[in-house]
């Protein structure tokens, strides 16, 4: 392959594959700035999808977006302990505006409850304001110390995080699993990539929440990816910032509250999960290219009837809803173009040449299997829609199939260490539930728990790491 293409093997050095990837078919730039990048067209526009399509399910639920502020003042941050604890040794501070110094630190957004429910405390005053159903699409900067790695681990990157307030611990529950649900559905359905769902432990949830349900992937090299996530806070940020209201008993009450995210980092799951040797492979349903149009010519006689019959197909496509894009240029050779395109992902090309115009046929590419099937012009609209829905099932088939061989049961820690050593993926195991075995894992082999699944499952052995009576089955792996 050219230096054009990515050079090494997503099997033999998965992470230079990954960034080679990313920069290759212009997903993302490394930025001037240290630990950040730079979210290329190609990249943004699949998160423009994602936030159409979240945007869309939490909006039918009642959802509405606000923006709150980027910068939070010190005090506001430390009001809820853990939480403050929780995020300091990620926060960037401001410290001097223009040429003086503050009279308090601001932290740069590294989450939002504080600085949002500050203002809950003052809208919220009766049982008819609630429940209170706000999300935000913003920037949030953490400052990350290890490696930059595009999407997956950057100082600043993009989300959305939902903040609900809500009468009674029930609707709280129900509001977590809802969104739970909607995540799920985005990842599963139209990312393609299959998510195992549950609690995170003690130890991992979300500082100062009640719990935080989870939902995690895994990718190629072995690892898992915390893919979205939502908490019930419980009342302890209702009590510290005295969000209270005057429930229909005509009493004071402490709201019940939620919050609930994904990022960016969605987008670095799509290219390691899908991604092969020759780049990108997406889903249809977020391609911001769901079709390339490729003529290919010999002579200048065959250029016009063919570049006309592209454009005639490309307006029939794009009339029914379908992303294409015709691509005419000259300077390039058709070659060079198969490989551009295959690079940059498009699940499906259309290629048209002079037998096939002869013949009033045209020929499909897969970018999925690479499959090549020739069909008469009038079946095209048909054989495309249809195409498209297949790649779509087979990409999240064959995640779903890496995932479910990836699931390993281990009754002991040597077992544990040995398949965390050679196979990796998750790992089920029985456990006591104390976060002192549980931080002796991590200590020693640097695997978390990911999550205990919502179905209760039997304990089959007892702890795996200091053999007392087991209490959960938990799924633990290392993780990005």
Not at 228 to 237: E, I, R, V
Not at 352 to 368: M, N, Q, S, V
Request: proline share 4%; with cysteine; charged share 30%.
């Amino acid at each position: 392959m050219s230096d054009l293409g990515v050079t090494v093997k997503k099997s033999e050095n998965f992470s230079e594959w990954y960034t080679q990837t990313v920069l290759k078919s212009e997903m993302a730039d490394y930025a001037p700035t240290k630990g950040c990048i730079i979210f290329r067209e190609y990249s943004y526009a699949i998160w423009e999808k994602i936030q159409q399509i979240v945007d869309k399910k939490i909006k039918e639920k009642g959802h509405k977006n606000a923006y709150f502020p980027l910068f939070i003042p010190e005090s506001l941050l430390r009001k809820e302990a853990e939480h403050f604890e929780g995020f300091v040794p990620e926060c960037a501070w401001v410290t001097i505006g223009g040429d003086k110094k503050l009279e308090e630190r601001l932290a740069i957004r590294p989450t939002s409850e504080t600085i949002i429910y500050s203002m809950y405390a003052k809208w919220i005053k009766s049982w008819r304001d609630l429940p209170v159903k706000l999300n935000q699409w913003c920037n949030i900067v953490r400052w990350e110390t290890k490696a930059t790695k595009p999407f997956i681990r950057t100082r600043e990157f993009l989300w959305q995080e939902g903040h609900t307030a809500h009468a009674t611990k029930e609707e709280a529950d129900q509001q977590v699993m809802e969104i739970l649900e909607i995540y799920r559905d985005l990842m599963e359905n139209y990312l393609a990539i299959p998510v195992l769902a549950g609690k995170k432990s003690e130890r991992e949830k979300f500082a100062g929440a009640l719990y935080t349900t989870t939902l995690e992937a895994l990718m190629p090299d072995g690892r898992a990816l915390q893919m979205g996530t939502s908490h019930n806070l419980g009342q302890k940020f209702a009590k510290v910032f005295e969000i209270k209201f005057i429930g229909q008993d005509e009493k004071e009450h402490y709201v019940w509250q939620t919050s609930w995210g994904i990022s960016t980092r969605l987008i670095g799951a799509v290219v390691m999960v899908h991604g092969d040797d020759r780049g990108l492979v997406l889903p249809p349903k977020i391609a911001p290219i769901q079709v390339v149009i490729i003529p290919i010519f010999y002579k200048e006689v065959e250029m016009e009837a063919i570049l006309k019959k592209a454009k005639e197909i490309l307006r029939i496509l794009q009339e029914n809803g379908i992303s294409a894009l015709l691509d005419d240029r000259t300077e390039y050779t058709p070659g060079w173009k198969f490989n551009h395109w295959e690079l940059k992902g498009v699940p499906l090309r259309i290629e048209i040449g002079p037998k096939d115009l002869e013949k009033g046929e045209i020929t499909l590419a897969r970018r999925d299997t690479f499959e090549r099937i020739s069909k008469k012009e009038e079946e095209m609209l048909k054989t495309v829609k249809r195409t498209l829905e297949e790649i779509q099932e087979n990409l999240f088939k064959r995640a779903k199939q890496f995932l479910d061989t990836h699931i390993t049961e281990v009754k002991s820690y040597e077992e544990f260490k040995e398949v965390l050593r050679t196979k990796g993926g998750f790992i089920k195991a029985s456990w006591c539930s104390s976060s002192e075995c549980e931080e002796r894992i991590k200590e020693e082999t640097g695997a978390t728990i990911r999550l205990i699944p919502f179905e209760k499952e039997e304990p089959f052995s007892n702890c795996i790491y200091c053999g007392r009576e087991a209490k959960v089955v938990a799924y633990f792996a290392k993780a990005y």
